[in-house]
């Protein structure tokens, strides 16, 4: 079974300044797909980013990026130019391929932007 | 507009109370699903299903059941609740294959006393 694993449980970042949020994985499974939700304090869960395991590529989008380790199955997220917007709980999580395309979640990270 | 809604989106109930939470899309995805989210624990899959009539169980299915009686709906059953049932509680629907986004209802918050 795969797990996802977020060791920040809190991070703070100073407004437009560059924060990076860690994720690792585990696996045995060479065909998945790895995604970044933000979750505000409204409880919507909102797609960040994606990244495909077969794409060497790092994914980006406007001010957020990836850096995807697949060898060391890291995955980590960094928000450049922070803004108060983007204070939320961010959940790393990873798709299979195999049977019921499940997504599994890490524990989440509490993002804190200081004016 | 696309969406996934999610009814109610509070309740508060009593041990034992049967009790329905509805979910339903409007983007003709074939693939639905429940997750229970708890502090520190993160989101875990309750149920599944494929498609209309296709489901199966997550990792946490004790104590819920389901239903894919319409491509739009999947609504989830607590027979019986109990304490440790309370819990934020989301619906996300995606067209069938790993690489589609999941898009996620506005959750509903249960607090079974």
């Known amino acids: 079974a795969q797990t996802v694993t977020q060791s920040q449980p809190e991070m703070s970042v100073q407004e437009a300044e560059t924060v990076t949020l860690s994720c690792t994985y585990d696996?045995?499974?060479?065909?998945?797909?790895l995604f970044w939700y933000k979750q505000p304090p409204s409880r919507q869960m909102i797609l960040v980013i994606r990244?495909?395991?077969?794409?060497?590529q790092n994914a980006t989008e406007n001010r957020f990026s990836v850096n995807f380790q697949k060898a060391a199955k890291s995955f980590s997220l960094k928000i450049s130019d922070s803004q108060l917007g983007d204070a939320a709980m961010y959940f790393c999580?990873?798709?299979?391929?195999?049977?019921?395309?499940?997504?599994?979640f890490g524990t989440g990270t509490r993002l804190t932007i200081i004016p | 507009e696309a969406q996934v809604t999610q009814n109610p989106r509070y309740l508060i109930t009593v041990t034992g109370k049967k009790l329905t939470v509805t979910c339903s899309q409007n983007?003709?995805?074939?693939?639905m699903s429940w997750y229970r989210q708890d502090p520190g624990l993160g989101l875990r899959q309750i149920y599944y299903?494929?498609?209309?009539?296709?489901?199966d169980k997550g990792d946490v299915p004790e104590g819920y059941k389901v239903s894919r009686k319409e491509k739009r709906n999947f609504p989830l059953i607590l027979e019986s609740p109990s304490p440790n049932q309370t819990s934020l509680y989301f619906c996300?629907?995606?067209?069938?294959?790993?690489?589609?986004?999941?898009?996620f209802g506005p959750g509903t918050r249960l607090t079974v006393l």
């Open positions: 983007m003709n995805h074939e693939y």
């Open positions: 990244q495909e395991a077969y794409k060497q």
């Open positions: 696996t045995s499974e060479s065909d998945y797909y």
């Open positions: 299903s494929m498609n209309v009539e296709v489901t």
């Open positions: 996300a629907s995606s067209l069938q294959g790993y690489y589609n986004e999941q898009f």
């Open positions: 999580a990873y798709r299979t391929n195999f049977g019921n395309e499940k997504l599994t």
